[in-house]
């Protein structure tokens, strides 16, 4: 079996560090008498999610619209709501964050299978190689996607990698497809062989029929339905496919790529006996970046992951408290001198990552 070889965080001199930023975080929950979960403003936000997914979905399958350019309006908002439940919804029941009921955390993590992916999937990519091992090669398979994008200085560079930062925004449209044709098929063998599923507590059968089933299920509603209820030409059920995929996955990926693909992050590399030269939370803050803080609006609709290094530092707290807990984590991070990266607007963001792909591709 081809298990990970785990590695250490290890500086002492920022353990100091650590003890402050937790003992302020919790003193900021027990002052103002808050549960570390999501609570009644996440459920409402859920709500508004699942219905953006799936009211456009019912208008369509009724036939309930003016013409084709409504109904293609409707795909887009689908792939809004795809993309809304991801971050606001999935993601944080995923990380035990959701409710402080573990069933209605796992419920709720489980709509990415209603979505075409699949659970412990994501949680092998995300909870335990990405969140962990954040912007370190070999590890973090957020920042290894696929040969024709270049996201780390430690990769292998190739000669279509100089126009990466033209191509790679298309490429984003594809990810949510990816995972629906082909990356969970693929990934279940390798998570297993990886010992990941043993860490999660479930095995490649269990796995491997969830993905199949789950995947009719979503074929079933996606595709059949629509093609046996609504008056549309094959070609036209293609079109409207593919635009609610390419808007989650460019969604999605943007909002994800822009908090760790960017010039003010750290792509460390362990030594030669597997150890990190950063304390773990220390880490984060290296590899790690926030945007448009105070885009209210923005903020609302990514699940606050534009506070993606409260995100990183307290996985487990819901991100309808991170906004609140931001100028905290600033100000230890600044009294320790260590880094706290951010950029005020959206749009600066993407322009950065944009050129942070066109130098990792020269």
């Not at 036939?63 to 689908?78: D, K, P, R």
Request: contains cysteine; positive net charge; aromatic residues 16%.
């Amino acid at each position: 079996m081809q298990t990970i070889t785990p590695l250490r965080f290890k500086n002492p001199s920022q353990n100091e560090f650590v003890r402050t930023l937790r003992k302020r975080v919790d003193g900021y929950f027990k002052e103002n008498n808050l549960k570390k979960t999501g609570g009644t403003k996440i459920k409402v936000k859920a709500v508004v999610m699942f219905l953006l997914y799936t009211i456009p979905y019912f208008l369509l399958i009724t036939s309930s619209y003016a013409n084709n350019l409504v109904a293609w309006g409707f795909t887009f908002l689908m792939g809004l709501g795809m993309a809304g439940i991801g971050f606001c919804v999935m993601h944080d029941a995923n990380h035990g964050s959701f409710s402080n009921k573990k069933w209605v955390n796992k419920f709720m993590g489980f709509s990415l299978n209603f979505l075409g992916g699949n659970v412990n999937n994501w949680k092998a990519q995300h909870n335990i190689m990405h969140h962990t091992y954040t912007n370190i090669e070999g590890y973090d398979e957020d920042i290894q996607p696929a040969p024709l994008l270049r996201f780390s200085p430690h990769s292998e560079k190739k000669g279509v990698h100089k126009y990466q930062f033209i191509y790679a925004w298309f490429l984003y449209c594809l990810m949510t497809l990816s995972w629906t044709f082909a990356k969970d098929f693929v990934d279940v063998f390798r998570y297993n062989k990886k010992g990941l599923y043993k860490q999660l507590k479930t095995n490649f059968t269990r796995e491997f029929v969830q993905i199949i089933l789950t995947r009719l299920m979503y074929f079933a509603y996606m595709v059949v339905v629509p093609l046996l209820v609504m008056d549309i030409a094959f070609w036209q059920l293609v079109i409207g496919f593919l635009t609610v995929h390419f808007t989650a996955g460019l969604t999605l990926a943007s909002v994800f790529q822009i908090a760790h693909v960017m010039e003010d992050t750290n792509y460390p590399l362990p030594d030669t006996e597997h150890v990190v030269g950063d304390q773990w939370a220390a880490h984060q803050l290296n590899t790690t970046l926030n945007f448009a803080q105070n885009n209210k609006i923005l903020s609302w609709f990514v699940g606050g992951l534009n506070f993606q290094v409260e995100h990183h530092l307290f996985p487990n707290i819901s991100h309808v408290h991170y906004k609140n807990l931001a100028p905290i984590v600033e100000k230890t991070a600044v009294e320790f001198g260590l880094p706290y990266n951010k950029i005020d607007r959206f749009r600066t963001a993407l322009l950065g990552h944009g050129r942070m792909l066109y130098v990792l591709g020269r």
